[in-house]
């Protein structure tokens, strides 16, 4: 009997804080590609003035708050948004794909693709404000 007490009284906080510490559901991903409206674009003048990192290898620019852009990059640079800052190369007064990349966190991510997105698209489905 005082075995199984104590094995009680050992596995009950355990089981207790499993349960405390189980994940919430997380957010659906938003399809990012079903949004895209022009492929493999060149972007003239950019002036980003905000950002929203989707993917260990994606990150959503605005130029505008009509005019972004997903920006696809060679590898896993962005991990999280905990570094507020991207920084950008770019020749000839233009951002373009594989030439251009982004610096974040002290790493180059070259970049290989910018697709214009459907801003109106994703203001009528509720995924920007």
């Known amino acids: 009997m005082k075995v199984v007490l104590k094995t009680a009284l050992v596995a009950l906080p355990l089981?207790?804080?499993?349960?405390?510490?189980?994940?919430?559901?997380?957010a659906k991903p938003i399809p990012w590609n079903q949004y895209v409206t022009r492929q493999a674009v060149d972007v003239?003048?950019?002036?980003?003035?905000?950002?929203?990192?989707?993917?260990?290898?994606?990150?959503?620019?605005?130029?505008?708050p009509r005019e972004a852009y997903l920006v696809t990059t060679a590898g896993g640079c962005f991990f999280d948004n905990s570094n507020p800052v991207l920084?950008?190369?770019?020749?000839?007064?233009?951002?373009?794909?594989?030439?251009?990349?982004?610096?974040?966190?002290?790493?180059r991510c070259p970049v290989v693709k910018i697709d214009q997105l459907n801003t109106e698209r994703l203001k009528a489905d509720g995924v920007f404000k």
């Not at 089981?15 to 997380?26: F, V």
């Not at 929203?52 to 605005?62: A, E, F, N, P």
């Open 15 to 26: 089981l207790l804080s499993a349960c405390a510490s189980h994940p919430q559901a997380k």
């Open 44 to 64: 003239m003048n950019p002036d980003f003035s905000n950002f929203r990192i989707v993917g260990t290898d994606q990150v959503v620019l605005w130029d505008s």
């Open 87 to 107: 920084g950008f190369t770019n020749r000839d007064q233009m951002f373009n794909p594989l030439t251009d990349t982004i610096i974040y966190d002290h790493q």
